[in-house]
């Protein structure tokens, strides 16, 4: 399902990064960054995670003097348990919340029902905000970290960061102008450290879904981004759309995973980055400031999720997937 938007603009993003995202290549396109202590000053991995949720929400605030009273909507996801970081970071924030989750391709689901909202003149204005921590994740996920279990090449890391979107019915220079709601798909995966498999698929469906729908091509964006499958997905993408939907991406096509970090030195990032905030700093950072540097003009942005629990891999269950596009422009008004 493709919708248009006439009335949803990004006001500004604050982004939040801890260590490994500092070393990376984007380092300069983040608010704030965390250069040694993954705990962010808290007594575990869960509280820190809670702890950055909670800042990059009230930084965007702060950043744009605002109060609680002048945000109608507050929408957030991570990947504990029950979103658990998101119900603890927001418990004395005095804001209406839903709490939403699509694992990886959480902060664009935000952003879908957001726009609906605010298109359909409910609400003015409306924060997204997502998270995760990779010593929260692969404990939850796969192994603790303390443990030492080997990486395969094919297993991509998780993110640490907290991110924040601001939308508003306001005009500003960057309008959220469609939006394409994705469908689960699944396709036989099953292995939990290849999650570039599992997700690919679901990118090419609503990728293909996306352009149909509005009547475009690959080469009406200046860059087309997916987050996040990694180096392997990145490529089972590019593959799969080619012969599936005749649709090759070109140099106008890249993923998120992939950029977030120097996969060259940073040996321990394996297949590329992962999580609900490795596409949102990707995106709220890097790629909001090109836009506002009108660098890039027209961005189609495709968060991809893998929707799975230990458990049901335990019990034989594929893991599924699903991916939901953003296309973001520049506009420029005429007073």
């Not at 004395?92 to 957001?114: H, K, Q, R, S």
């Not at 939006?179 to 498999?197: E, S, Y």
């Not at 400031?289 to 458990?311: D, I, Q, W, Y």
């Not at 019990?315 to 008004?333: D, F, G, R, Y």
Request: with cysteine.
């Amino acid at each position: 399902m493709t919708t248009k938007y006439n009335n949803v603009f990004i006001e500004d993003t604050y982004t939040i990064c801890g260590n490994y995202e500092n070393d990376g290549p984007l380092s300069k396109y983040f608010d704030k960054k965390y250069k040694k202590d993954l705990y962010f000053g808290e007594k575990s991995w869960e509280k820190a995670e809670t702890h950055i949720l909670k800042e990059a929400s009230k930084s965007i605030l702060e950043k744009n003097k605002l109060k609680d009273k002048d945000i109608d909507l507050l929408i957030s996801g991570d990947l504990q348990n029950q979103i658990a970081a998101s119900d603890y970071a927001y418990r004395d924030i005095d804001i209406p919340f839903l709490g939403v989750y699509n694992a990886c391709a959480t902060c664009a689901e935000a952003i879908l029902i957001a726009s609906n909202f605010i298109d359909g003149g409910k609400f003015k204005n409306i924060i997204c905000s997502v998270s995760s921590h990779n010593m929260v994740a692969e404990k939850q996920f796969r192994n603790p970290v303390e443990y030492g279990a080997p990486s395969p090449k094919t297993k991509t890391f998780t993110s640490t960061g907290g991110a924040s979107i601001l939308l508003t019915n306001e005009k500003t220079n960057i309008k959220i102008t469609s939006g394409t709601i994705g469908k689960i798909i699944d396709l036989n995966q099953n292995n939990p450290n290849h999650m570039g498999a599992v997700m690919a698929p679901a990118a090419a469906d609503t990728i293909y879904n996306h352009l149909k729908n509005n009547n475009e091509k690959v080469s009406d964006y200046d860059l087309i981004l997916t987050g996040d499958l990694g180096i392997y997905g990145k490529k089972i993408l590019k593959e799969y759309m080619d012969k599936k939907y005749k649709i090759k991406l070109g140099e106008n096509y890249n993923d998120c995973g992939t950029m977030l970090y120097d996969l060259k030195n940073q040996k321990e990032i394996t297949a590329g980055g992962s999580g609900p905030v490795c596409s949102a700093l990707v995106t709220y950072g890097y790629i909001y400031n090109e836009m506002k540097n009108k660098n890039l003009k027209k961005v189609l942005f495709v968060a991809t999720g893998a929707l799975f629990s230990p458990t049901f891999i335990y019990q034989k269950q594929n893991i599924l997937s699903i991916a939901h596009a953003i296309t973001m422009e520049v506009v420029k008004w005429v007073i």
